[in-house]
């Protein structure tokens, strides 16, 4: 059982690049969620969905995009990369049953912007 | 707008000491859930445990235990004889009960054993 899996584990960009991170989930979950965890800060949302086709933003939504085409995925976009967005990225995913549901953690994203 | 704190960002033990961890939280809604994570140096994140706001009885798993008191919003984690592989950040967070359980998540706190 794979639970919350990320692609990439690494990536270094340039500034004004773009790349997708992906998250896929095998638990059928309906909820899925990005964070980006900064030193001090903890982690931060920046975008979530409660279902297939849905998102909405979060905390820090600003500068990047997400879509949920299928239940098991959650992508998440940066169209023009900016040095303030170097982070360590998680997807989670929990039931939809209600706040009482543990959120599952992804292994982590490094992205580094130069 | 919910809000958690974890006052202590760093904390050094010796090994088998006792710790306890704070953490304080704000909200208006009367039903919540309180959560402890904790993320070792490998960086993932590994759940604790989960609390609703309705359950004040305090818990204990092992060397771990918490304590719930709504009176002073807090929810504290307290770590019995710890050992080197407790070395971690641990992190305490809140969610509401509405649509799309978001955690708001605390700082965090930098938990060292030394042996």
């Known amino acids: 059982n794979a639970g919350v899996t990320q692609t990439p584990k690494f990536r270094v960009l340039k500034t004004g690049q773009s790349m997708t991170l992906l998250c896929a989930q095998d638990?059928?979950?309906?909820?899925m969620y990005w964070y980006r965890q900064d030193p001090g800060m903890g982690l931060r949302l920046i975008h979530y969905?409660?279902?297939?086709?849905?998102?909405a933003k979060g905390e820090v939504p600003d500068g990047y995009n997400v879509s949920r085409l299928k239940k098991q995925n959650f992508l998440l976009g940066l169209e023009s990369a900016a040095p303030s967005q170097t982070s360590v990225y998680f997807c989670a995913s929990s039931n939809i049953a209600g706040s009482s549901y543990e959120q599952y953690f992804g292994p982590g994203t490094r992205l580094t912007v130069t | 707008a919910q809000k958690v704190t974890q006052a202590q960002t760093e904390i050094s033990v010796v090994e088998k000491e006792d710790v306890t961890l704070d953490c304080v939280y704000e909200t208006r809604d009367t039903t919540y859930y309180l959560f402890w994570y904790k993320q070792p140096p490998s960086g993932e994140l590994v759940f604790l445990i989960r609390r609703n706001s309705f359950d004040e009885q305090n818990e204990i798993s092992g060397r771990y235990s918490w304590n719930f008191q709504k009176s002073t919003s807090s929810f504290n984690f307290t770590i019995t004889a710890s050992q080197v592989v407790d070395s971690a950040v641990y992190f305490c967070a809140l969610s509401l009960n509405n649509a799309g359980n978001m955690l708001t998540f605390g700082g965090g706190t930098r938990l060292m054993v030394k042996p």
């Open positions: 969905s409660v279902g297939e086709g849905t998102t």
């Open positions: 638990m059928n979950h309906e909820y």
